[in-house]
């Protein structure tokens, strides 16, 4: 594809209720970040993956939340158990190396999560 | 903890003047700055990149970074209307992946 997507582009749950947020990272690119961004802020990393590997998962806010890129390519983030406080955007980003000083993360179109 | 600083806005321009949006940052030890802009309802992309103190221009951007006062800004000349976004700042540790971002400049250009 011709750039990252990811889907759902919105997503409405009631709380208690588990959700899966899929990303296509683009082709072959190595690296693959998984963000929040809520409203009026920034994003905060959440974890990174550097082909199947999940390198860092410091930022997941909790247990609730897993993430996982079996094959190396296609990634999900699940979150268990939903709480209002997870509405926010999920970006998705990935980048063609996995060297850490390269520039460019291509950005998905995010999902937005609505928890009521 | 790390942090990274922007006046969160708005700051409105007029059409044709210059736009100057400032970011401070925490970690003495940030190696890599980023200028993110973003579209209402839209993903980040990058726009300009800067390393080294100094200026660095693109276009009608220049970035601007002075690590001893830990503050980079983003110059934007001859401001168009569609450069109307708000200007994510972020910033990065050396050989470390994770950015830290600010909570981003809204900006409008007013034609």
């Known amino acids: 594809g011709a750039g990252v997507s990811q889907s759902p582009r919105y997503k409405v749950a009631k709380r208690g209720q588990d959700v899966a947020l899929r990303c296509d990272p683009i082709s072959g690119h190595v690296s693959l970040f998984w963000y929040q961004q809520a409203l009026g802020q920034g994003p905060e990393f959440l974890t990174y993956?550097?082909?199947?590997?999940?390198?860092?998962k410091s930022g997941l806010p909790s247990d609730r939340f897993f993430a996982e890129r079996p094959e190396g390519s296609v990634s999900t983030l699940k979150i268990q158990r939903t709480q209002q406080e997870d509405s926010a955007v999920y970006l998705c980003?990935?980048?063609?190396?996995?060297?850490?000083?390269?520039?460019?993360?291509?950005f998905g179109p995010g999902t937005r999560l609505t928890v009521l | 903890q790390k942090e990274v600083e922007q006046n969160s806005g708005p700051l409105s321009v007029p059409e044709g003047a210059i736009a100057s949006l400032n970011c401070t940052y925490s970690?003495?030890?940030?190696?890599?700055f980023f200028w993110y802009r973003q579209y209402s309802g839209k993903s980040p992309e990058l726009i300009m990149s800067?390393?080294s103190n100094g200026d660095k221009e693109d276009g009608r951007f220049t970035a601007q970074l002075n690590k001893a006062s830990q503050y980079v800004s983003l110059l934007i000349r001859d401001s168009q209307p569609s450069d109307s976004a708000t200007y994510l700042c972020a910033v990065r540790m050396d050989s470390n992946y994770q950015l830290i971002w600010g909570a981003g400049t809204k900006l409008i250009i007013k034609p």
């Open positions: 800067i390393y």
């Open positions: 993956f550097q082909n199947e590997a999940q390198l860092d």
């Open positions: 970690d003495r030890g940030s190696q890599s």
């Open positions: 980003a990935s980048r063609d190396t996995d060297r850490a000083w390269a520039d460019t993360q291509y």
